[in-house]
């Protein structure tokens, strides 16, 4: 029998437990994509939990013996997206199909209602060219429809500087520049930065995905950078500007986990629509991914997810040697109160 224990003291008391509910998702993820597979260690997730922008909580589904084989994870967003929850469940692979990840999705779509939130998304993964083994069938099994596919990618590094030059050069004359910097902005960039974030959840392929609008200002934008840091990233931006206008017109970012550099995670890129077709995406990732090879050598790739209709996103990429190497799938759910 397994029993759900809510995990509520993640830096003091339940660390231990902590720790073994994110190994679960590590477990996972080598599973999947095998042993080099990197996301987000323990650490990085513990202090995550210290979100100001996000209530988080999570379950772990310890076994008889103590031993956690089961984790759920609830994410609710602040600012916005009130009807939101993003809900995470995964059965450690020696022990599935024995009801384990049914209880815990159970036990975390009752919080998700408790706290009125009535979308729920969640998300699969599987390699390449193989059948998603287990999550389609769970999810869809509990009632969640699919709502977008993802391709992941990845880019080696160091990648051929050549390239990456002829894509940042010989543009300049076009009206705008793009500018790199490394952990933070200038302050006069803040209400621009903000303005690009809400943007990035309005200009970007949905699918079916049933989002809100994002509510930034200044404020946020400086706290996630706070927060960038505090989990123990570096991150490294590339902003478009306006020359005339001196307006941000797009940005794209990089964050490098310090404890394990190896692997870079993209973040959002974007390109407000009505400055696009000036091959700005291509120019700020490009920018963006020399001054990582600059400033961060021990990192060897740089992963990134793009929607599978994202064709604009999906050429600039592969432009730039990305190579498909993984799938994604964002299931929703709408139930009513
Ligand atoms: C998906 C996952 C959480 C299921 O955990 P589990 O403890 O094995 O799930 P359950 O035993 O509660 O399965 C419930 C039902 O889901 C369906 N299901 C689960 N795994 C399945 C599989 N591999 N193939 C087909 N159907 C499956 C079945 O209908 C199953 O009922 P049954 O065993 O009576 O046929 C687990 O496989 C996992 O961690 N996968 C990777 C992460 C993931 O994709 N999470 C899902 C997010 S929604």
Request: net charge negative; with cysteine.
């Amino acid at each position: 029998m397994v029993t759900i224990v809510l995990v509520e003291d993640p830096h003091d008391a339940q660390r231990q437990l902590f720790d073994d509910w994110a190994g679960v998702f590590a477990a996972d993820g080598r599973h999947t994509f095998g042993p080099d597979h990197s996301a987000h260690s323990a650490d990085e997730l513990r202090e995550m939990t210290r979100s100001t922008s996000q209530h988080r909580i999570a379950w772990a589904g310890v076994d008889q013996s103590g031993t956690v084989v089961g984790a759920a994870g609830l994410v609710m967003p602040r600012h916005d997206n009130l009807a939101q929850a993003v809900v995470t469940v995964v059965v450690h692979p020696d022990h599935r199909r024995r009801g384990i990840g049914t209880a815990l999705l159970e036990q975390a779509e009752a919080s998700a209602l408790e706290h009125r939130r009535t979308v729920l998304l969640t998300e699969t993964q599987w390699r390449v060219g193989a059948r998603d083994e287990s999550g389609e069938d769970f999810a869809a099994r509990h009632g969640y429809a699919a709502a977008q596919t993802v391709l992941r990618s990845s880019l080696s590094l160091p990648a051929d500087r050549a390239r990456l030059d002829a894509a940042v050069e010989g543009h300049d004359a076009d009206g705008y520049v793009v500018r790199t910097c490394w952990d933070g902005i200038p302050e006069s960039w803040l209400a621009g930065r903000a303005e690009l974030s809400r943007r990035m959840s309005t200009d970007i392929p949905m699918g079916d995905l049933v989002l809100e609008e994002e509510r930034w200002d200044e404020e946020r934008v400086r706290t996630d950078y706070q927060r960038i840091a505090a989990i123990g990233r570096r991150v490294v931006d590339a902003y478009a500007q306006h020359e005339a206008t001196g307006q941000l017109v797009g940005y794209t970012q990089v964050q490098v986990p310090q404890a394990d550099p190896q692997v870079a995670f993209q973040q959002d890129t974007l390109v407000m629509r009505e400055h696009r077709g000036h091959r700005l995406g291509l120019r700020m990732k490009a920018a963006g991914t020399l001054a990582l090879m600059e400033g961060s050598p021990d990192t060897t790739s740089v992963r990134t997810w793009n929607a599978d209709d994202n064709a604009a996103m999906l050429a600039v990429n592969r432009d730039l040697g990305f190579v498909h190497d993984g799938m994604m799938r964002e299931w929703q759910k709408v139930v009513t109160l």
